[in-house]
């Protein structure tokens, strides 16, 4: 069977010292072509990887230079490569050979090992398995299926972040066209927090940093990203801005290698003379969920240092001109920031005043700094208000809108931000709608879609009729697996529009379909010769992208061709949308987009192969705010527990925050394999990293199998069992564990505040030991 739980307990746990980089980068390049059975034209396919004329990388969205290194990938982008363009191949014969229960018992690594989906399957429930279907009939099943729904508002689009904008535009337009704005996304479980936090702040969605920025830049400031892992291309830049003598002061409650020191495997004189540069100048390992109090304290210590210096006639710490003309909000903040407690800022934050006023001197004395984060802060209760806590502490020194300074969202899939700027978003005030109406002559819907929670808590009431999954692995990555998965099995009809094998599509319902797509890396080839796709990156440049390897299969068709053949098959004619048309030159489906956002997309075609891609317009990178009172806003938190979980229900148990962790090893629910190599795990993922003085504390030790219960506020009872202590340098109190495995024990109802993006970064639960296992 091949179920993790067979797997052997982490023997040799051995915490890694060497750099991030370097030897162990370069040795595990090698290994990973071998292990897809394409070592040499891989290594020539990884050549071509952010290239102007070559493929954008499918892995993380970091910045695409305009002058890409001889080799421009990283470790885990060759990973993502490499699990794209494997020799393996999940056909016909496989789905023949096993039911969808038996499959079922399978965990993620050995699901997606079968390699890439070559044909169109249909489920059947007579024998429980999937069975080949022409493309034509899927196709015209699904369209007479959704055509026929009558309450139009329960069905689901949702799409994972790694589509085109091009298929993106298609996808977004054919729902609105269908009748709802029920578009979830990826980035509703990921920097939703930051699509909400920002625009109030400073009138934009996205990051205000370029990598021109980091090369001036006086000071980075880096909260809750595990850059070695997840977009190791940053460490490039860090370790320039290291050399240079800048400040790099991280946040992270886990020690993190890659934030600790690097090695760049593409330099010789580095690898040979096992040279290493230190990343984080200073490192405070802030308790999960601690960030809001930590930076109410660094902003408070600034207020105070600017205090004393007007006191003793030196200049104000404080960017004066810059807060009176630009910003709104500097006297509410202060007297906010003056009145909070620093007995409590140290308890929830856990760190020392000391260190908080050591970050605030430092930030006071660089002239421009940025700000960098990730899922360390977005996936919490307090999410919003934690991200607009770290941009006053920028505004308080006027460090948006000028060289070397901003803020700095490392977003994930590598076209989610695209995805949102050409329409994928639930929410209509974000969509030029009166010019798609104008443009496609219909009158779209104007009521607010369904995000991602919403859309998992109307299939738990099994109201969702049919769902549609343009890439990703929805039902694996949502809170509350348990109950989604036996939800799941409700809806009428699933399309699972996919590269591999994956869970979600293991639960199908009445119908359910799982369409193979090419993949970004493959010669997508039409009547009109080979097409190029597009994606922006997480610095808002829009970049042209060409696939140049074979498609895996000749079956397969690509995502654009997939999406215009449903919408076809599904709505009635419309003379003004020539889906025919842009299945066959995608070049006009970019014409559509730069008509309905002609301000970002013009001369589209061209520019999106100029070194670097072409940035989209966004006005605060020179101190245009659009928020509603035209001001960069100081934002003020109303909610008064500085982040804490107060409201906490309690039998007198211990209760410790978990935070859901990705490995060195995986892409979310992909599993590459069971190394975490720079947290010295190997041969499992069935682990909990603990503090030596809560294991001690429990009488427990390392190795024990314990059971993770949620502290349940709704009277569910979610437990997550067969778990091996690993002891880790964490703060007491919390502890860590892989994601999407531990998404059994994150509510459905536990979500950011503003944001509903899950709050997978600090779920309260107790430990008792596992007796069973
Ligand atoms: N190889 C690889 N690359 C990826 C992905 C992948 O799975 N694998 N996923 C992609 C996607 S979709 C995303 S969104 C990004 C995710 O990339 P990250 O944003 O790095 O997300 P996580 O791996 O979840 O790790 C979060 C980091 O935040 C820290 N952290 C946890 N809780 C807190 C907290 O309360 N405060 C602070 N300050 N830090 C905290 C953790 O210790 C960890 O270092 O990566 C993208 N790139
Ligand atoms: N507990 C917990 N939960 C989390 C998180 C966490 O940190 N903790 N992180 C959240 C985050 S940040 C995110 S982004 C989500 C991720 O959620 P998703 O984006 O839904 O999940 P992925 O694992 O990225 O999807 C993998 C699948 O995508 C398909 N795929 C890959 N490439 C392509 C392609 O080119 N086209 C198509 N059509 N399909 C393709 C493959 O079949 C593969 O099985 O999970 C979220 N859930
Ligand atoms: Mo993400």
């Known amino acids: 069977m091949r179920r993790q739980n067979n797997l ?45 004329d070559g493929f954008q990388c499918v892995s993380c969205a970091w910045i695409k230079p305009a002058k890409p290194l001889p080799f421009e ?55 429980d398995k999937y069975v080949p279907v022409s493309w034509g009939d899927a196709v015209a099943d699904i369209g007479r299926q959704l055509h026929d729904i009558e309450d139009r508002e329960n069905v689901v689009f949702y799409s994972s972040g790694r589509s085109s904008n091009e298929a993106s535009y298609m996808y977004g337009l054919f729902a609105r066209l269908y ?22 702040s400073i009138g934009v969605p996205v990051g205000t940093v370029t990598l021109d920025d980091f090369a001036t830049t006086e000071c980075i400031l880096s909260f809750g990203q595990n850059a070695g892992s997840n977009s190791p291309r940053i460490l490039h830049p860090l370790q320039e801005a290291s050399r240079r003598g800048v400040p790099i002061i991280t946040y992270n409650p886990l020690r993190e290698r890659g934030l600790e020191s690097f090695t760049n495997p593409q330099s010789v004189t580095e690898m040979v003379a096992h040279e290493a540069t230190p990343i984080s100048s200073s490192y405070n390992q802030v308790r999960t969920g601690g960030d809001l109090a930590a930076l109410t304290g660094i902003c408070k210590a600034l207020l105070e240092l600017d205090h ?23 006297d509410r903040l202060s007297a906010w920031l003056r009145k909070q407690d620093w007995q409590a800022i140290e308890r929830i934050s856990g760190l020392p005043r000391a260190a908080l006023t050591a970050t605030a001197v430092t930030y006071a004395h660089s002239n421009s700094t940025i700000a960098i984060y990730g899922m360390g802060l977005t996936q919490h209760r307090a999410g919003v208000e934690t991200v607009q806590m770290l941009v006053n502490l920028l505004l308080l020194r006027g460090n948006i809108g000028k060289q070397g300074a901003g803020i700095c969202p490392v977003r994930g899939h590598s076209n989610v931000q695209g995805q949102r700027t050409v329409g ?42 049919a769902f549609i999954m343009l890439g990703g692995n929805f039902a694996r990555a949502v809170p509350d697996r348990p109950r989604m998965e036996k939800a799941w099995r409700d809806m009428p009809l699933t399309v699972n529009i996919a590269t591999k094998l994956n869970r979600s599509q293991l639960l199908p319902g009445a119908t359910s379909y799982i369409l193979p797509v090419l993949g970004r890396i493959e010669i997508d080839k039409t009547e009109c010769g080979p097409q190029a796709l597009s994606m922006e990156d997480t610095s808002g440049c829009i970049h042209g992208s060409r696939g140049v390897r074979l498609p895996a299969s000749r079956h397969l ?130 682990i909990v990293f603990m503090n030596t003085v809560d294991i001690e504390r429990l009488s427990l030790s390392s190795g024990d199998r314990i059971e993770l219960q949620t502290v349940s506020r709704d009277g569910i009872e979610r437990r997550h069992g067969g778990l091996s202590i690993i002891p880790y340098d964490i703060p007491v109190g919390c502890i860590g564990a892989y994601y999407p495995e531990a998404n059994v024990l994150l509510p459905m109802g536990h979500y950011a505040i503003g944001s509903k993006t899950p709050a997978a970064k600090s779920i309260p639960v107790t430990i008792r030991r596992d007796m069973i296992s």
Request: proline share 7%; with cysteine.
């Open 557 to 686: 068709i690509s995502e654009v061709r997939l999406v215009g053949e449903i919408a076809k098959a599904t709505l009635d004619p419309n003379p003004k949308v020539s889906w025919d048309d842009w299945i066959a030159d995608y070049s006009l489906v970019r014409r559509a987009i730069a008509e309905t956002y002609p301000d970002t997309f013009s001369d589209y075609e061209d520019r999106m192969w100029e070194p670097g891609g072409f940035q989209r317009p966004l006005p605060a990178r020179h101190r245009g705010w659009h928020t509603k009172n035209g001001k960069a806003n100081l934002m003020t938190p109303t909610s008064k527990s500085l982040g804490e979980d107060r409201d906490l229900p309690s039998n007198g148990e211990d209760v410790f925050h978990l935070m859901t962790l990705r490995s060195n090893d995986q892409f979310n629910t992909t599993v590459y394999g069971y190394t975490d190599r720079f947290r010295g795990i190997h041969g499992t993922r069935d």
């Open 8 to 52: 052997p307990r982490p023997k040799n746990f051995k915490p890694y010292t060497a750099p991030s980089g370097g030897w162990g980068s370069a040795r595990s390049v090698a290994n990973i072509l071998r292990r897809e059975g394409n070592p040499a034209s891989g290594a020539l396919t990884l050549t071509r990887q952010n290239k102007v």
């Open 308 to 330: 004393k210096a007007i006191q003793d006639h030196r200049p104000s710490l404080l960017d004066r001109d810059f807060i009176a003309s630009h910003t709104h909000g500097f």
């Open 73 to 127: 990938f990283c470790e885990n982008g060759v990973k993502a490569t490499a699990w794209e363009i494997t020799s393996r191949r999940c056909t016909p014969a496989f789905f023949a050979e096993h039911t969808v229960t038996e499959l079922l018992d399978w965990d993620d690594y050995h699901l997606e090992q079968e390699g890439r989906l070559t044909h169109p399957m249909r489920y059947d429930a007579a024998t």
């Open 424 to 465: 994928i978003t639930e929410k209509p005030e974000l969509v030029p709608l009166d010019r798609l109406a104008q443009q496609y002559g219909f009158e779209p819907p104007r009521t607010k879609g369904l995000d991602t929670v919403e859309a998992c808590e109307e299939i738990l009431k099994g109201k969702i009729r």
């Open 179 to 200: 009748g709802n704005n029920n578009l979830p996304d990826s980035s509703n479980m990921c920097h939703e927090t930051t699509s909400v936090a920002l625009p109030e």
